[in-house]
């Protein structure tokens, strides 16, 4: 969803409150409704005319809008003031349309602007993005959206944090409730103390990072994922706050760890609040325009009196599955190689399901020793061509165009991919790095279809290793009467009835991805309610202007501002 698409939404929703003011007295809910559209509407002006004459606008609507909450009364005297003070309103907004639809630039002016957008308007998209529809000041991080590497989230946490302290227009630092303490709540907590904000960190388990912390078996790196483009092999988180070197899960959770401790004792700011499940959110004082928040907890006092509220209660747990397959988490420790079980005259069968990384990566992992996304690039010299690196790049720009949203099953890469990797052969030093004791069967529901949410560099490698007939492939979606656990020279497994045969795999991994949705609403249900349209403006929003690092100032400014 555009900004300019939120634009219209939010004008639309303001125009009926405003219009229902007419008739009867406001509630104190609708005029909270009121100043959230309004608020939003400022925010899509500031981002797509950030003129002088739009901020005159922007005070212009702002005081309105003040003047008509002023008039919400049921005395017939001031009927007539309210729906001139409407009229005014509704004047207004049509400038402010003018302003924000009415500017046809061609398409070369659009990407010159586009690029030279300040650093204002990103973290007022960010802001945008971000915000939950009708909860002023209540925040959605890193939930719905559709990459979820640890840098990502990093990066969208610093934004937001910096967005929200740069634009808050309290003389005193908000107090802010971050829920969740994963990678996105960690960061956005050291990120909101960096900046002076009263914040303060809520955890349901007693520790930081809890899903990741022990995992000995997943190589997390900050930016292959975003291959091939430039940096992307660096081993170096390129943030400008808790910084960590590729490794695995739980050597990187170490370092951002430490990173969290250095700064909260640097800034003498408050300990975590461990084994407090937030059940809910309520407004609980302050007015339409300044709510205070409390948050509730089961057994537990409540926790009051916060301007802004970041939830950050990451994307859920893996899916469960009906096939009568364990449903091994992904961050589980799990060894999908099983020691001095097979060998290359017995071999063991892997039958891995599903079209996102967390399929990807374990086909490759039970392919190959000891996969490791580095080495194996640097053993394929065609992906190091600039031709092959600019087409993958070109048929990712023609899959983003389309309409991908959370929800997307996925894309259909072939026959692009089948195109530019078809010369691609496995060298002596390539095939060295398959394992000789498995097989691995990869599973979807077609043949060279992804999530768009996937990383380049794990679908390709996928793609060569299935031309190069390494991995072998299955197509369909699969069904609990297809699946049947049984035992085959005295070691378990589970038959599997394609169309053609029945297959026998000692291991069978599903790996459907995490429902975001699902786990929300199973936390906040009121809350996601009102989620509908924030899923699809978080999948895709896009920061790739700015670097982080630009926000180190910002943040340094904000903080001796309130100094």
């Given at each position: 969803m555009s900004n300019k698409s939120v634009f219209l939404e939010q004008v639309a929703r303001l125009n009926a409150l405003i219009l229902s003011g007419l008739e009867e007295v406001l509630s104190q809910e609708n005029i909270s409704k009121i100043w959230d559209a309004t608020e939003n509407i400022s925010l899509v002006l500031s981002i797509e005319d950030p003129s002088d004459r739009s901020k005159e606008l922007e005070l212009k609507?702002?005081?309105?809008?003040?003047?008509?909450?002023?008039?919400?009364?049921?005395?017939?005297?001031?009927?007539?003031?309210?729906?001139?003070?409407?009229?005014?309103?509704?004047?207004?907004?049509?400038?402010?349309?003018?302003?924000?639809?009415?500017?046809?630039?061609?398409?070369?002016?659009?990407?010159?602007?586009?690029?030279?957008?300040?650093?204002?308007?990103?973290?007022?998209?960010?802001?945008?993005?971000?915000?939950?529809?009708?909860?002023?000041?209540?925040?959605?991080?890193?939930?719905?959206?559709?990459?979820?590497?640890?840098?990502?989230?990093?990066?969208?946490?610093?934004?937001?944090?910096?967005?929200?302290?740069?634009?808050?227009?309290?003389?005193?630092?908000?107090?802010?409730?971050v829920i969740g303490a994963g990678v996105a709540g960690v960061t956005a907590y050291s990120t909101l103390v960096i900046g002076g904000a009263d914040a303060h960190l809520f955890e349901r388990s007693d520790e930081l990072m809890p899903f990741q912390r022990r995992n000995e078996n997943r190589f997390?790196?900050?930016?292959?994922?975003?291959?091939?483009?430039?940096?992307?092999?660096?081993?170096?988180?390129?943030?400008?706050?808790?910084?960590?070197?590729?490794?695995?899960?739980?050597?990187?959770?170490?370092?951002?760890?430490?990173?969290?401790?250095?700064?909260?004792?640097?800034?003498?700011?408050?300990?975590?609040?461990?084994?407090?499940?937030?059940?809910?959110?309520?407004?609980?004082?302050?007015?339409?325009?300044?709510?205070?928040?409390?948050?509730?907890?089961?057994?537990?006092?409540?926790?009051?009196?916060?301007?802004?509220?970041?939830?950050?209660?990451?994307?859920?747990?893996?899916?469960?599955n009906s096939l009568g397959v364990d449903t091994i988490g992904y961050w589980d420790n799990d060894e999908i190689h099983i020691p001095n079980k097979f060998d290359s005259g017995n071999k063991g069968s892997v039958l891995v399901s599903g079209c996102g990384d967390g399929a990807l990566v374990d086909t490759l992992r039970a392919s190959l020793r000891d996969f490791n996304h580095s080495k194996i690039i640097d053993l394929i010299p065609e992906l190091h061509l600039p031709e092959i690196k600019q087409g993958l790049i070109d048929i990712e720009t023609k899959a983003i165009s389309e309409d991908i949203t959370l929800e997307s099953e996925g894309y259909i890469f072939s026959p692009d991919y089948s195109d530019i990797l078809k010369n691609i052969e496995l060298n002596d030093d390539l095939i060295k790095e398959i394992h000789p004791a498995y097989v691995c069967t990869f599973n979807s529901t077609r043949l060279g279809k992804y999530k768009l949410g996937s990383s380049i560099i794990n679908r390709v490698l996928v793609q060569v290793f299935l031309n190069n007939d390494v991995i072998k492939f299955r197509e369909g979606r699969l069904f609990s009467d297809q699946v049947t656990r049984t035992e085959k020279n005295g070691k378990g497994g589970f038959d599997i009835s394609w169309q053609d045969q029945t297959e026998f795999y000692h291991q069978v991994r599903i790996r459907h991805g995490v429902d975001p949705s699902g786990h929300f609403n199973k936390n906040f249900p009121r809350i996601f309610d009102k989620c509908g349209n924030i899923q699809n403006r978080l999948a895709q929003l896009r920061l790739d202007n700015y670097g982080t690092n630009d926000l180190l100032d910002v943040l340094a400014n904000i903080r001796t501002r309130w100094k």
């Open positions: 609507l702002t005081q309105g809008i003040g003047e008509y909450c002023g008039l919400n009364s049921g005395k017939k005297s001031l009927r007539a003031a309210r729906k001139k003070k409407a009229h005014e309103i509704f004047e207004t907004l049509g400038e402010i349309h003018l302003a924000v639809l009415g500017n046809h630039k061609s398409n070369s002016d659009k990407s010159a602007e586009s690029h030279g957008r300040d650093l204002d308007s990103e973290l007022r998209s960010t802001l945008l993005a971000s915000q939950v529809d009708d909860m002023r000041n209540v925040y959605v991080l890193g939930c719905f959206e559709i990459r979820k590497t640890f840098l990502r989230q990093q990066e969208r946490a610093i934004w937001l944090s910096t967005a929200i302290l740069k634009f808050w227009r309290g003389e005193k630092p908000p107090r802010i409730a997390i790196h900050p930016n292959l994922y975003d291959w091939p483009k430039e940096n992307s092999t660096n081993p170096q988180a390129d943030i400008p706050i808790l910084q960590w070197t590729s490794g695995f899960a739980k050597d990187v959770i170490r370092q951002i760890e430490e990173g969290f401790n250095d700064i909260r004792n640097s800034f003498i700011a408050p300990e975590p609040i461990f084994d407090f499940k937030v059940s809910d959110i309520r407004r609980h004082a302050g007015s339409a325009r300044s709510p205070k928040f409390a948050l509730s907890g089961f057994q537990k006092e409540p926790h009051l009196d916060f301007d802004v509220v970041i939830i950050a209660i990451g994307f859920g747990g893996e899916r469960s």
